[in-house]
């Protein structure tokens, strides 16, 4: 079993809906978790971090953390054709840290105009 | 503020030579990381210095891979000799802390490797 699985996708959207990419983990001691975005070709960079249950909002994100059934999603409202890129799951086992992150496969999204 | 820097951007070579990557992290970022991400995975953590210390090296195979950081600062990630599966993009990576609420890991653009 793998430690952080995400649907490789492609999931593709209208331009304007909502996008909506899960991620499982299987490590229960888990305690922080990322969502990085990486356009083709390019670096990771972090969107989110969320470290407690429940929803987390920043702009035009959102990221919810159930730590009981270990799955961690992102939501993207209002999906624009710029947010097509690949998401990134990461997982890491200390508090409030990134350092040992582990990383999902990642979900391919397409936002059609 | 300058990014992550990375080099060279782009090799080709054949298996068993050798490789060398360098990285300068954004300045004054105390922890380094060196990543390695094969096509269709994500990152997977190859190391990961605090200033000029080995914090983690757990997933480094040591048996050809190496890294150093120079004075707590610029960093060389090597590997000799290479073999076809280290065909991946090196991405070094830095942060200001080791660790906390905020302290944002920055990527830099990456060194591509294919090995033939």
């Known amino acids: 079993q793998k430690e952080v699985e995400q649907n490789s996708g492609p999931l593709s959207v209208p331009e304007g809906a909502i996008a909506s990419l899960n991620c499982t983990y299987s490590d229960r001691v888990s305690q922080s978790f990322f969502w990085y975005r990486q356009y083709s070709g390019k670096s990771p960079e972090l969107i989110m971090s969320?470290?407690?249950?429940g929803d987390k909002e920043d702009g035009r994100f959102t990221a919810q953390l159930n730590k009981a059934s270990q799955y961690v999603s992102l939501l993207i409202r209002d999906s624009q054709p710029s947010d097509s890129a690949t998401y990134l799951c990461?997982?890491?086992?200390?508090?409030?840290?990134?350092?040992?992150?582990?990383f999902g496969a990642g979900t391919r999204l397409t936002v059609k105009p | 503020e300058a990014g992550v820097a990375q080099s060279p951007r782009y090799k080709i070579i054949e298996k068993r030579q050798s490789v060398a990557f360098w990285c300068n992290p954004i300045?004054?970022?105390?922890?380094l990381y060196w990543y390695q991400q094969i096509l269709g995975q994500g990152p997977k953590l190859l190391i990961q210095f605090q200033n000029n210390g080995v914090v983690d090296d757990s997933q480094l195979p040591k048996d050809r891979f190496s890294a150093e950081r120079l004075k707590g600062v610029d960093s060389t990630l090597k590997i000799q000799p290479a073999k076809l599966e280290d065909s991946a993009v090196y991405l070094c990576?830095?942060?200001?802390?080791?660790?906390?609420?905020?302290?944002?890991?920055?990527f830099g653009e990456g060194s591509w490797l294919t090995v033939v």
């Open positions: 969320i470290y407690s249950n």
């Open positions: 300045s004054g970022h105390a922890t």
């Open positions: 990576a830095s942060s200001l802390e080791y660790s906390g609420v905020g302290n944002t890991i920055y």
């Open positions: 990461a997982v890491s086992l200390k508090p409030y840290n990134n350092n040992d992150m582990r």
